[in-house]
């Protein structure tokens, strides 16, 4: 080989080397900038959560509150902890589809989700309005890893701290982005409903699962 046959194998290396560095570079900082504008998401979803909450409190009414032909469940339903690691206990919720059986805990905070669900916003539990609870997506016995196995027309138990429990029918599925907050809403027209969020794999979108109260 000539030495100017070496020279142009020496630079297509060179031109290889740098064109790997940028390919590398180019993909390090889009991994960032992903990060940074998916915490930048997760902050805003915060803050407009604390508003929406705010904007749209609702009065519990216990004259409201009926069992509505779920005497089966009303009889073992009352004896549930007040408390989960010194964390207030707001009501039980139940899911025979995903053999889920849990605890509400009174408000989220980075420190709760990691116990169990948590109250995000909305009424008492079964109070008028919409009742927003979030969990994590861990797959274990308290948390909402398997709530993307639900369908329409599956069942949903929820029982307050007296005993009250009220039968919820899962009416909608759908995913959203963390700022996308009309989930949230507590327009209901008077009526009860429960909406249970989690994230999807990846954390990049929320899993919506909203329900309605059963009337027989």
């Known amino acids: 080989m000539n030495l100017k046959s070496k020279?142009?194998?020496?630079?297509?290396?060179?031109?290889?080397?740098?064109?790997?560095?940028?390919?590398?570079?180019?993909?390090v900082f889009t991994f960032l900038s992903i990060n940074k504008d998916n915490k930048s998401i997760n902050t805003n979803h915060s803050n407009l959560i604390v508003e929406e909450c705010l904007a749209n409190k609702e009065e519990y009414n216990e004259e409201k509150i009926i069992t509505n032909n779920n005497e089966e469940h009303n009889k073992n339903n009352i004896d549930f902890p007040k408390e989960i690691e010194g964390i207030e206990v707001v009501g039980?919720?139940?899911?025979?589809k995903i053999n889920l059986t849990t605890y509400m805990?009174?408000?989220?905070?980075?420190?709760?989700?990691?116990?169990?669900v948590t109250k995000l916003c909305?009424?008492?539990?079964?109070?008028v309005g919409n009742l927003c609870v979030t969990g994590h997506n861990y797959h274990n016995d308290k948390m909402f890893g398997n709530l993307k196995k639900l369908e329409n027309g599956d069942d949903i138990y929820v029982t307050d701290m007296?005993?009250?429990?009220?039968?919820?029918?899962?009416q909608d599925m759908y995913k959203v982005y963390p700022n996308e907050i009309d989930c949230l809403s507590q327009e209901t027209n008077g009526e009860r409903q429960i909406t249970l969020i989690t994230c999807t794999t990846g954390a990049i979108k929320?899993?919506?699962?909203k329900a309605i109260e059963f009337y027989d």
């Open 92 to 96: 039980k919720l139940e899911i025979p």
């Open 162 to 170: 007296k005993g009250n429990t009220i039968k919820y029918i899962v």
């Open 7 to 27: 020279v142009i194998v020496i630079n297509n290396i060179k031109t290889k080397i740098i064109l790997l560095v940028a390919i590398i570079f180019i993909f």
């Open 206 to 209: 929320r899993l919506i699962v």
């Open 122 to 127: 909305g009424p008492k539990v079964n109070g």
């Open 105 to 116: 805990l009174a408000e989220t905070t980075k420190e709760t989700l990691n116990k169990s």
